[in-house]
């Protein structure tokens, strides 16, 4: 399918970005290999987010993904981009079941990963008070 935009990533950068461009009425696909959200949804309590005094990651990821959604913004969470073109005018992704897309342009919001401590319990606990 061709889109006006392809947003790689769809933790809150990537769900910022497709809901400004959905609100612009370009035509936006967002995807991200795991959960639409990113690391916030791991997040026990969120309180330094502008114009929320605190809220849980999970819940915040789920308000943004569905006003992305509410503007138009199509999702594609749990689909891995196995091969990309950005090459010349069209912009070109492949996904692992071969499906591609097109578009006029591409951001990159991929995030990051924390460098985890190593620590006996880490697993147990992320996100119920281990903070990296």
Do not use: W
């Not at 006006?4 to 035509?27: E, F, H, M, N, W």
């Not at 308000?63 to 950005?86: E, H, N, R, W, Y």
């Not at 591609?100 to 990159?108: E, F, P, R």
Request: charged residues 20%; contains cysteine; glycine residues 14%.
């Amino acid at each position: 399918m061709h889109y006006d935009t392809i947003v790689l990533g769809a933790g809150p950068a990537g769900l910022s970005a497709g809901i400004y461009l959905a609100r612009a009425k370009q035509k936006t696909l967002l995807v991200d290999e795991k959960t639409a959200g990113g690391q916030i949804i791991m997040t026990h309590a969120v309180a330094n987010y502008p114009g929320v005094e605190e809220i849980s990651g999970y819940k915040l990821a789920g308000i943004m993904k569905k006003q992305a959604k509410s503007f138009g913004c199509d999702i594609s969470a749990g689909d891995k981009v196995t091969a990309f073109d950005l090459a010349g005018h069209i912009k070109k992704i492949t996904m692992e079941g071969g499906e591609s897309h097109t578009a006029k342009s591409v951001i990159l919001a991929v995030g990051g990963m924390p460098r985890q401590l190593g620590l006996f319990s880490e697993i147990k606990f992320k996100g119920k008070g281990i903070s990296y």
